[in-house]
């Protein structure tokens, strides 16, 4: 009998003539001869559903009972058609497999049948999940450094509940979740997007009363930036200001990103204006000991990535990745320069964009947002993807609206850091209005809500300790 070898680090294949004998006469025959496999010289192979195709130089069929064995254990879906054998399994990490076809159950057209195949392949062994022990900013103030320690101590054992603000600053989505289900989240987002406005008789970043009634009640706090810049060097009017790639009125944005590191360009002046007077809002809190888990320059990639002549959706992706991973550290190298301290620095990521990835000295949590999607088990798949990227940073989800449950996605292993929707600025845009009673919600209703916050493994704020 022919065997044929297939290793793990390629292909002996040794070749015999084959014949069989009618009587006193010997008729050469053409059996089926083995071309290649999906598996070749694999070592690194992804656990899970798997198909495993093999090619043969004519076209065969699949004898019954065909005895295809996996570890010597009988597989049970295997086909074949036309030149290709396919075999599905299902494969565990880290492991060593052993695919065995026996001789005489692959028949080619002619009647001769192939000689036993083996295939022999590895599984990659997990992840190794080692989450930095400290804040990228060496000098974190002591509450921040206290907030990182409770996030990495609780990671992958519980996950917080999160609100977003329905305007820049406010608690109204974390009022109506405690209207619907009972409790308030952990933690409220913020926004610093009307930073070009304030101080105004509708926004004041002078005043942080409610962050300092949230982070009184062991409340945390995240803030974002939507980051409004002159779309080019005449444009003055604030209300003219966008963060996309061009505003209101259709004028396309000329602020280029790789300029703002540089010294002497109108953009680096704008830049430092902005950093100069949103960190003022920000030592305010730091003053108080209160830190910020802190989420700029947020889906720098957009699309890019996703489909041909996707872009970026704002301005700080549209040059690109170089330019993009210039301006983060800018940023973080200025903050910190001007003795910011009490900052957990969020990038967040739009997946395939490894060179927007600022790198893992300026980051400290990668975050993720999700909207439309109620793939529970490729949410979860997402979620090991990303710690698969970054295995020294935990995962969160950091902007969500219409997905999967909590409880769905946690079960099937997304065990993401915390979780914020995001506002609906119709429901929750007065706690008085007659339509903040509903359970309904553009991103997560009440019922989404309720199943969010019922497990024990979900932090609510009642639950959270003091980090001061």
């Known amino acids: 009998m022919m065997r044929l070898w297939i290793g793990l680090f390629g292909f002996g294949l040794l070749v015999f003539a084959c014949s069989k004998s009618d009587g006193n ?26 198909s495993i195709e093999i090619i043969f130089n004519q076209n065969v069929i699949l004898l019954k009972p065909h005895g295809i064995t996996l570890n010597d254990v009988q597989v049970n879906a295997a086909m074949a058609a036309y030149k290709k054998l396919t075999i599905k399994v299902t494969l565990e990490e880290a492991t060593e ?57 609780n990671y992958g054992i519980k996950t917080l509940s999160s609100a977003m603000s329905n305007g820049a600053v406010d608690t109204n989505e974390a009022e109506w979740v405690k209207q619907h289900t009972g409790k308030y989240p952990a933690m409220i987002g913020i926004d610093y997007i009307f930073l070009n406005w304030a101080p105004a008789n509708w926004i004041d970043y002078n005043n942080i009363d409610v962050q300092k009634d949230w982070w009184a009640n062991n409340g945390l706090i995240t803030a974002s930036w939507h980051w409004n810049i002159p779309p080019n060097e005449n444009i003055t009017d604030h209300t003219k200001f966008t963060f996309r790639l061009e505003n209101e009125d259709g004028i396309k944005v000329t602020f280029k990103p790789s300029n703002v590191p540089i010294d002497g360009t109108w953009e680096n002046q704008v830049a430092k204006a902005d950093f100069d007077e949103l960190i003022t809002y920000i030592q305010l809190l730091q003053s108080e000991g209160i830190p910020l888990i802190w989420r700029p320059l947020h889906e720098a990639a957009g699309n890019i990535y996703e489909y041909n002549n996707g872009q970026a959706w704002f301005w700080w992706g549209l040059d690109g990745g170089d330019a993009y991973v210039e301006l983060w550290r800018f940023m973080f190298d200025y903050f ?84 914020m929707p995001w506002c609906d600025h119709d429901r929750t845009h007065n706690v008085n209005d007659a339509d903040f009673a509903s359970t309904d919600h553009q991103f997560a209703n009440a019922s989404w809500w309720n199943d969010a916050l019922n497990p024990d493994y979900v932090i609510t704020r009642d639950e959270m300790p003091s980090l001061k």
């Open 97 to 153: 497999y052993s695919l065995k076809i026996p001789a005489h159950v692959i028949k080619g057209p002619d009647g001769s049948t192939a000689d036993e195949i083996i295939i022999s392949f590895r599984t990659k062994d997990p992840v190794s999940v080692s989450i930095d022990a400290d804040l990228a900013v060496g000098n974190s103030s002591p509450e921040a450094v206290n907030v990182y320690n409770f996030l990495k101590e």
């Open 336 to 419: 910190k320069s001007k003795g910011v301290n009490n900052l957990i620095w969020v990038w967040t990521t739009q997946t395939k964009d490894a060179d927007f990835y600022p790198g893992d000295a300026y980051v400290d949590i990668i975050g993720k947002d999700v909207y439309n999607n109620n793939d529970s088990e490729g949410l979860a798949e997402l979620f090991k993807e990303l710690q698969e990227a970054y295995p020294t940073k935990m995962i969160t989800l950091s902007e969500l609206g219409n997905v999967a449950n909590v409880s769905a996605q946690w079960s099937k292993g997304a065990q993401w850091s915390w979780f």
């Open 25 to 50: 006469a010997v008729v050469d025959t053409d059996p089926p001869e083995f071309v290649s496999c999906s598996f070749q010289d694999a070592i690194n192979v992804n656990k899970g559903d798997v």
